[in-house]
């Protein structure tokens, strides 16, 4: 009989190359994904040293930071160091023989979206990116997570990674989320309730019936934002749900090749018995939309609450963060979240920038318009996503109330392109962090799902989005 | 990679939690296709008002701390984003050590790989140390890394852990690549038993 282990375990274990009494563990990486902002150092670090790239096969490259999202200016960069950054990449690319989903391509996109959609992304794979969100990818069972440029020099040169092995953790969801409440909500709630730094030096393995019911898109929208709380990675368990989503897709097995990969997949859960360096139960029929009022995504409170007051915070510190929070953010401690109004409105990024993310703010804001005093950017994650939601003529939703529809790429998550705040404008953002500055210069960002980001659209204000009038 | 030894430096304190690397360094400037460059950029927009001018208010522009090498800051140092920029930044600026009760993983081996050390401490301890470095200006602490010892002038001795391997390469300045690269013939080996492997199902 063998000892019971987790799922990060079992993805874990069959990729030590090396592991020394006192060192690291060297970790074999089954895809690299690459994009323009934290790679070119890493390259420039090989030629110096005369190395190559040991397995160009195993690397895969996107342009998504940087590229801006209107149509005339995304072929045309204006701004000529993200240029000259896209550029380096392409010539990376080309000589490495990694494969570039460039710009125009069809299969351009945030590169957390496009690996799923191309099927790159696999259960049981180990998986790295320059960039924190790679926690993404865990939704299939992989265990993926972020590095630095010099790590990403280091994969590129070798196709492992030296890692001081995580603490495992469960979070159990029971239940079924009450209409209204997506995974976003449930992410932000238990960020909340772990604090940004709860999951430091743990895998996250999310479990339970609630967990079970979500779509892969709902799943990744999870696993994303692990890293909020410090978590190195997020999975789930892959099943039916997995291989539905997975089946046909480009990069995906096919033929005898899928039937057993499926059949080897079905081995990638949590074996009865297994232990966790820590559990967390959460009743998921319980949840409720939820809306992040400070500068750190752990600062939330659900849409009905309001501001919570310093006075109550646990300790010293605690309190000059919230007090330091509220003024950043031009808020007062017993603002009820529905009270507070926007000026600009954000559907997009890793976390939600995907089909399922656009239908569901399409259905909030169908038949609605848009408030005149409220600028509405809806950002694809992919070129793929774009092309699907015009086909259901999502677009046109957006459009004819009176949102923008964009190009895809990063976009305002980040704001390394043109789509950024002016100082002191507020915004409701399906992205995944609410940092100082994050979306510009003493911009104001609220992190909310796509639903409740559609409804404050319209509203002009925050709001419930369980009461909300959907028309035809 | 610079080695770092023994470290004697001035603290400059930055009295807040869960410090994010879009603080530490803002997007606008990870635009760079190099490593170095970073130093001017680092804290902008705590260190500059909009038109460009130094905010007074900011530690690392009063004179006491324009030569800090040592910064002490509260939990959770380094969270967010895995911009290396970050490290590099730091470091250009002249800082070698950094110390919290807490750092982010990513932010951890970022810091490992560009010769900065990270060293956790004790809330009261880390606490005790920004006060220090508030009150007697310039205040300087000794970092032995070989020793593992933090020492002031005014009594404060602890001993503080870091992983044993990355005490080595930080000791000797050790280029991580090169360490694996000797392992070659095992990566090639791991290789094909693993593509046999996942082949195979």
Same mark, same amino acid.
């Given at each position: 009989m063998h000892k019971p282990k987790t799922l990060f375990e079992k993805v874990w274990d069959s990729h030590v190359l090396r592991a020394p009494e006192g060192e690291p563990t060297l970790l074999y990486i089954d895809l690299h994904l690459v994009h323009e902002v934290t790679s070119p150092q890493a390259f420039e670090g090989l030629r110096l040293a005369k190395r190559k790239v040991r397995r160009p096969d195993l690397t895969f490259a996107t342009i998504d930071h940087n590229v801006p999202t209107t149509s005339d200016e995304r072929f045309q960069i204006k701004d000529q160091i993200a240029a000259q950054q896209i550029a380096t990449l392409r010539k990376n690319c080309e000589v490495s023989g990694v494969p570039l989903f460039d710009i125009g391509s069809g299969r351009q996109g945030i590169v957390h979206v496009i690996g799923p959609e191309l099927g790159l992304t696999q259960p049981g794979m180990t998986i790295v990116c320059g960039d924190s969100h790679t926690s993404t990818h865990g939704a299939f069972g992989a265990l993926a997570f972020g590095i630095g440029t010099s790590e990403v020099e280091h994969v590129l040169a070798t196709q492992c990674v030296s890692q001081t092995k995580p603490r495992s953790m469960r979070i159990w969801v029971s239940g079924k989320l009450p209409g209204g409440t997506t995974s976003k909500d449930l992410i932000l709630d238990i960020i909340r309730r772990l604090g940004t730094d709860g999951g430091t030096g743990h895998v996250i393995e999310y479990a339970g019936e609630a967990v079970r019911g979500l779509s892969m898109e709902e799943r990744m929208t999870m696993c994303?934002?692990?890293?909020?709380?410090?978590? =190195?990675?997020?999975?789930?368990?892959?099943?039916?749900?997995?291989?539905?989503?997975?089946?046909?897709?480009?990069?995906?097995?096919?033929?005898?090749?899928?039937?057993?990969?499926?059949?080897?997949?079905?081995?990638?859960?949590?074996?009865?018995?297994?232990?966790?360096?820590?559990?967390?139960? $959460?009743?998921?029929?319980?949840?409720? +939309? $939820?809306?992040?009022?400070?500068?750190? +995504?752990?600062?939330?409170?659900?849409?009905?609450?309001?501001?919570?007051? +310093?006075?109550?915070?646990?300790?010293?510190?605690?309190?000059?963060?919230?007090?330091?929070?509220?003024?950043?953010?031009?808020?007062?401690?017993?603002?009820?979240?529905?009270?507070?109004?926007?000026?600009?409105?954000?559907?997009?990024?890793?976390?939600?920038? =995907?089909?399922?993310?656009?239908?569901?703010?399409?259905?909030?804001?169908?038949?609605?318009?848009?408030?005149?005093?409220?600028?509405?950017?809806?950002?694809?994650?992919?070129?793929?996503?774009?092309?699907?939601?015009?086909?259901?003529?999502?677009?046109?939703?957006?459009?004819?109330?009176?949102?923008?529809?964009?190009?895809?790429?990063?976009?305002?998550?980040?704001?390394? !392109?043109?789509?950024?705040?002016? +100082?002191?404008?507020?915004?409701?953002?399906?992205?995944?962090?609410?940092?100082?500055?994050?979306?510009?210069?003493?911009?104001?960002?609220?992190?909310?799902?796509?639903?409740?980001?559609?409804?404050?659209?319209?509203?002009?204000?925050?709001?419930?989005?369980?009461?909300?009038?959907?028309? !035809? | 990679m610079e080695p770092i030894r023994k470290h004697r430096g001035v603290v400059a304190p930055l009295h807040r939690e869960n410090i994010d690397t879009d603080q530490i360094i803002p997007k606008q400037h990870l635009k760079r296709i190099e490593r170095t460059g970073f130093g001017q950029f680092l804290f902008f927009d705590w260190r500059y008002h909009p038109d460009g001018r130094d905010r007074e208010d900011f530690v690392l522009n009063h004179e006491h701390f324009r030569s800090a090498t040592i910064l002490v800051a509260g939990k959770n140092f380094g969270c967010g984003s895995s911009r290396e920029h970050a490290a590099w930044a730091l470091r250009e600026f002249g800082f070698r050590v950094v110390l919290a009760p807490s750092f982010a993983d990513i932010f951890r081996n970022n810091a490992g790989n560009n010769g900065l050390l990270v060293i956790e401490l004790a809330e009261p301890v880390i606490q005790r140390i920004a006060e220090h470095a508030d009150k007697h200006r310039p205040y300087h602490l000794d970092v032995d890394l070989e020793a593992q010892t933090i020492t002031d002038d005014f009594g404060l001795a602890e001993k503080f852990e870091v992983e044993p391997f990355r005490r080595h390469r930080l000791l000797h300045g050790l280029d991580e690549i090169g360490i694996t690269l000797e392992h070659e013939a095992e990566i090639t080996r791991f290789e094909s038993a693993h593509e046999r492997r996942i082949s195979q199902g």
């Open positions: 994303n934002m692990s890293i909020e709380c410090g978590a =190195r990675a997020g999975m789930v368990a892959p099943d039916d749900t997995t291989f539905a989503y997975m089946d046909g897709r480009p990069y995906a097995p096919n033929g005898n090749a899928w039937t057993k990969a499926i059949t080897e997949w079905r081995q990638l859960i949590t074996d009865e018995g297994a232990a966790f360096d820590r559990e967390l139960a $959460i009743d998921g029929a319980k949840l409720e +939309p $939820i809306v992040t009022w400070g500068t750190n +995504p752990g600062m939330s409170v659900p849409v009905t609450a309001s501001i919570p007051n +310093p006075e109550q915070a646990r300790d010293a510190s605690e309190r000059a963060a919230m007090l330091a929070a509220l003024e950043y953010m031009g808020l007062k401690a017993g603002t009820r979240i529905e009270d507070i109004t926007l000026d600009r409105i954000f559907i997009g990024s890793c976390t939600n920038g =995907r089909l399922e993310d656009l239908r569901a703010a399409a259905r909030v804001i169908r038949g609605h318009r848009v408030r005149s005093d409220v600028t509405v950017l809806v950002v694809p994650g992919s070129e793929a996503v774009k092309r699907a939601a015009e086909s259901e003529g999502l677009d046109r939703i957006f459009r004819e109330a009176g949102a923008q529809w964009r190009e895809p790429g990063c976009s305002m998550c980040l704001g390394m !392109n043109p789509d950024i705040l002016a +100082p002191k404008q507020r915004c409701a953002s399906t992205s995944n962090r609410n940092f100082e500055g994050r979306q510009g210069r003493e911009g104001r960002t609220h992190l909310v799902s796509p639903a409740t980001a559609a409804a404050a659209a319209v509203a002009g204000r925050f709001v419930d989005v369980r009461g909300w009038e959907y028309r !035809n | -």
